[in-house]
């Protein structure tokens, strides 16, 4: 059975970082971070290809945040730092079947973890 554990969120003043852990079962394809305020879609964060060789990241989030992962501990990273008070959100890691010409959209994956709230004050 495929499971994703997010892990790593919490409250951090601007400015400052966060690392999220996601830890997975089964060999997928893109894993990403996906992140959803209350009342706004989800959207995509940052995607990583299997073997790490490709990495996608919203505008929103560039120079600022780094998806890596560790395929021997079946564990995929965000590492946010420069945090705004806009990335306040649910973070949620996700895991492809397949593969995806459109790595940071909702549609491309299959399976999801049950997030991880990240809150960031002014």
């Known amino acids: 059975q495929v499971q994703l554990v997010e892990s790593g969120g919490g409250s951090v003043q601007a400015g400052g970082s966060l690392r999220l852990s996601c830890v ?3 060999y997928m394809f893109n894993k990403g971070w996906f992140r959803q305020a209350p009342g706004k879609e989800r959207e995509g964060v940052a995607a990583i290809s299997p073997g790490g060789s490709f990495t ?3 505008d929103s989030v560039k120079g600022r945040f ?3 992962q560790d395929n021997a501990r079946n564990t995929v990273y965000l590492q ?4 705004k ?7 949620y890691c996700a895991a492809a079947s397949d593969t995806s ?3 940071l959209r909702t549609s491309a994956y299959r399976y999801w973890g049950r997030g991880t709230q ?5």
Do not use: F, Q, R
């Open 24 to 26: 997975y079962s089964g």
């Open 118 to 122: 990240v809150t960031v004050s002014s």
């Open 66 to 68: 780094t998806i890596s």
């Open 101 to 103: 010409s459109y790595p």
């Open 80 to 83: 946010m730092n420069s945090l």
């Open 56 to 58: 996608y990241y919203a």
């Open 85 to 91: 008070p806009e990335d306040t959100a649910m973070y």
